[in-house]
């Protein structure tokens, strides 16, 4: 099974979701290298594009080993969305632009942008139509079914979208003011993949290989995209490709095998950042990879302390060997 957004190909149709600080250049190349047929950066502002912010600008590497690579801004005003979009498009190697119309966030949505959009399908038709007609690279959306219950417009945004000249429907199966909570609705993603002729991606709710094969069996969407269930475990990608292709499902990691991963995802953010900065953010990160683990409580509250990698490294090299000796031990 392959994804296919205008002229860009997927070798399948496994997604990493764009997260907010965490779909970083490291990050998102583990993630290709686990198999993921198109990887998403994180959300950017078109206004701190525009005003060249430092942080902002370094947003738009793209290795290219990452691609095919979708990018997305966010913006409420047509004609600064216009002008990151064509940032994006004539000083980049991404190979897709995104608009975001989901994120939840209060600061994102008090600017008119992000899931602010989804009360009104004409500005949808509007901004996406501006950034379609003047750049070169296909357009895309990511977008949820609706601000509230009461507000659940998503098939007549899904085909402002299309109208627009949008190449592809990112659709998370929640409403804004369900932020990340409750259950996604799979129903709505079915309906959206009925109404409009555009590739339709699936997000929300899968958390295994079995939950990815069963969305797109039952709603029929093309693509498949996997969010928190892939943060320190981007085996999730992995073992859903595999599961997608042939029915199996590779074994869940080794503690070390985790720690490798780990390490590596840290050493790539190190050459990106420095390592004060990498170390520091490589908290979350760590705690996600440790996650299941017995006793990684207390190493969680380690690293928090930690500010070199190579301590972070010993930390959690030292607690592998301790669940080792104690399988040996009980073995």
């Given at each position: 099974m392959?994804?296919?957004?205008?002229n860009i190909?997927m070798?399948?149709?496994?997604?990493?979701a764009?997260?907010?600080?965490?779909?970083?250049p490291?990050?998102?190349?583990i993630?290709?290298e686990f198999?993921?047929?198109?990887?998403c950066?994180?959300?950017?502002?078109d206004?701190?594009?525009?005003?060249?912010?430092?942080?902002s600008?370094?947003?738009?590497?793209v290795?290219?080993?990452?691609k095919p690579?979708?990018?997305q801004?966010?913006?409420?005003?047509?004609?600064s969305?216009?002008?990151a979009?064509?940032?994006?498009?004539?000083?980049t190697?991404?190979d897709?632009i995104?608009?975001n119309m989901g994120?939840?966030?209060?600061?994102?949505?008090k600017?008119?942008a992000g899931?602010?959009?989804?009360?009104?399908?004409d500005?949808?038709?509007?901004m996406?139509?501006v950034?379609a007609?003047?750049?070169?690279?296909?357009?895309?959306?990511?977008?949820?079914?609706g601000?509230?219950?009461?507000?659940?417009y998503v098939?007549?945004?899904?085909?402002?979208?299309?109208?627009?000249?949008?190449k592809a429907?990112?659709v998370h199966?929640r409403?804004r003011?369900?932020?990340?909570?409750?259950?996604?609705?799979?129903?709505?993603?079915?309906?959206?993949?009925?109404?409009v002729?555009?590739?339709?991606?699936?997000?929300?709710?899968v958390?295994?290989p079995?939950?990815?094969?069963?969305m797109?069996?039952?709603?029929g969407?093309?693509?498949v995209?996997?969010?928190?269930?892939?943060?320190?475990?981007?085996?999730?990608l992995y073992?859903?490709v595999?599961?997608?292709?042939?029915?199996?499902l590779?074994?869940?990691?080794?503690?070390?095998e985790?720690?490798?991963?780990?390490?590596?995802?840290m050493?790539?953010?190190?050459?990106?950042?420095?390592?004060?900065?990498?170390?520091?953010?490589?908290?979350?990160?760590?705690?996600?990879?440790?996650k299941?683990l017995?006793?990684?409580?207390?190493?969680?509250?380690?690293?928090?302390?930690l500010?070199?990698r190579?301590?972070?490294?010993?930390t959690?090299?030292?607690?592998?060997e301790?669940?080792?000796?104690?399988?040996?031990?009980?073995s």
């Amino acid at each position: 099974m392959m994804l296919q957004i205008e002229n860009i190909k997927m070798k399948n149709p496994v997604v990493l979701a764009p997260m907010a600080g965490v779909c970083n250049p490291a990050f998102r190349l583990i993630a290709k290298e686990f198999g993921s047929g198109l990887v998403c950066a994180e959300m950017i502002s078109d206004k701190a594009i525009l005003h060249k912010n430092e942080k902002s600008l370094r947003m738009l590497y793209v290795d290219e080993r990452e691609k095919p690579l979708s990018l997305q801004i966010f913006g409420g005003d047509k004609d600064s969305l216009l002008g990151a979009a064509q940032v994006v498009d004539e000083q980049t190697n991404a190979d897709i632009i995104d608009i975001n119309m989901g994120c939840p966030v209060p600061k994102v949505t008090k600017c008119d942008a992000g899931a602010r959009w989804l009360l009104d399908p004409d500005k949808i038709y509007e901004m996406v139509a501006v950034v379609a007609r003047n750049v070169q690279k296909p357009v895309t959306v990511k977008m949820r079914t609706g601000w509230d219950d009461d507000h659940v417009y998503v098939l007549e945004n899904a085909q402002a979208v299309e109208a627009a000249g949008g190449k592809a429907v990112s659709v998370h199966g929640r409403t804004r003011y369900q932020m990340y909570e409750g259950l996604a609705d799979w129903d709505l993603l079915r309906q959206v993949k009925e109404t409009v002729n555009i590739p339709v991606i699936g997000n929300g709710d899968v958390n295994t290989p079995q939950d990815a094969k069963r969305m797109l069996d039952t709603t029929g969407v093309d693509g498949v995209m996997i969010g928190r269930a892939a943060l320190g475990n981007p085996w999730m990608l992995y073992r859903t490709v595999k599961y997608l292709e042939d029915g199996t499902l590779p074994d869940e990691p080794t503690p070390k095998e985790k720690i490798d991963v780990c390490m590596l995802h840290m050493d790539r953010l190190i050459d990106l950042k420095g390592e004060k900065v990498a170390v520091q953010e490589m908290r979350k990160h760590a705690s996600w990879y440790l996650k299941g683990l017995r006793g990684s409580g207390k190493v969680r509250g380690e690293i928090n302390q930690l500010e070199r990698r190579d301590d972070v490294a010993n930390t959690m090299y030292r607690f592998v060997e301790g669940l080792n000796e104690e399988a040996a031990v009980g073995s």
